[in-house]
T-cell receptor, first 110, second 120 residues
Framework: RKEVEQDPGPFNVPEGATVAFNCTYS??????FFWYRQDCRKEPKLLMS???SGNEDGRFTAQLNRASQYISLLIRDSKLSDSATYLC???????????FGAGTTVTVRA | GAVVSQHPSWVICKSGTSVKIECRSL??????MFWYRQFPKQSLMLMAT?????????EQGVEKDKFLINHASLTLSTLTVTSAHPEDSSFYIC?????FGQGSGANVLTFGAGSRLTVL
């Protein structure tokens, strides 16, 4: 079983729509959670950390469900510029190594 | 924010040649750098951890004699793909941690721009 699993998508949505997707992780000792954004043929860039109580950054909302071992990302009022692959990243406690999901591709159309 | 410079961005080489990728930290001193590899439509996979002044730590399944890592200074880490073959064609990315510790928000990574290697 992969440490981090994501629905690869693609999620094709019109501008202004809301899109949400999840990521599951296998290690219950995981402690830090992140969403990174990766544009085609570019390096990943941190979108947001995910906190236990859930957190919001503008149009982006991240949630953590430790009981079911998944995190989610919701994008409201989608923009064309939100088209990218979103990587779920998990860090196991006491270990600096990060585990990456393969990414969920979102395409926002005009 | 902190910046890491990686080059070359693109490299095409013949099978059997060696390719060196450099990763420089521009405004900080990095004792530890991480090297990742990403194949198309796959997740980033940690190859090795580069430690300044000492030997790199390689992940299971990564050949240390094929992927030579040198971290001779606090601002430069290099990855050399020796005797490259077509199956080594991939996106290689260096990174370092910008936050440390444990718990939410810890261990954030900042990445170099990546180097896309194509071996003919």
């Amino acid at each position: 079983r992969k440490e981090v699993e994501q629905d690869p998508g693609p999620f094709n949505v019109p501008e202004g729509a809301t899109v949400a997707f999840n990521c599951t992780y296998s290690n219950s000792a995981s402690q830090s959670f992140f969403w990174y954004r990766q544009d085609c043929r570019k390096e990943p860039k941190l979108l947001m950390s995910v906190y236990s109580s859930g957190n919001e950054d503008g149009r982006f909302t991240a949630q953590l469900n430790r009981a079911s071992q998944y995190i989610s990302l919701l994008i409201r009022d989608s923009k064309l510029s939100d088209s990218a692959t979103y990587l779920c990243v998990v860090n196991i406690a006491y270990d600096y190594k990060l585990s990456f999901g393969a990414g969920t591709t979102v395409t926002v159309r005009a | 924010g902190a910046v890491v410079s990686q080059h070359p961005s693109w490299v095409i080489c013949k099978s059997g040649t060696s390719v060196k990728i450099e990763c420089r930290s521009l405004d900080f001193q990095a004792t530890t750098m991480f090297w990742y590899r990403q194949f198309p439509k796959q997740s980033l996979m940690l190859m090795a951890t580069s430690n300044e002044g000492s030997k790199a730590t390689y992940e299971q399944g990564v050949e240390k004699d094929k992927f030579l890592i040198n971290h001779a200074s606090l601002t430069l880490s290099t990855l050399t793909v020796t005797s490259a073959h077509p199956e080594d064609s991939s996106f290689y990315i260096c990174s370092y941690r910008t936050s440390f510790g444990q718990g939410s928000g810890a261990n954030v990574l900042t990445f170099g721009a990546g180097s896309r290697l194509t071996v003919l």
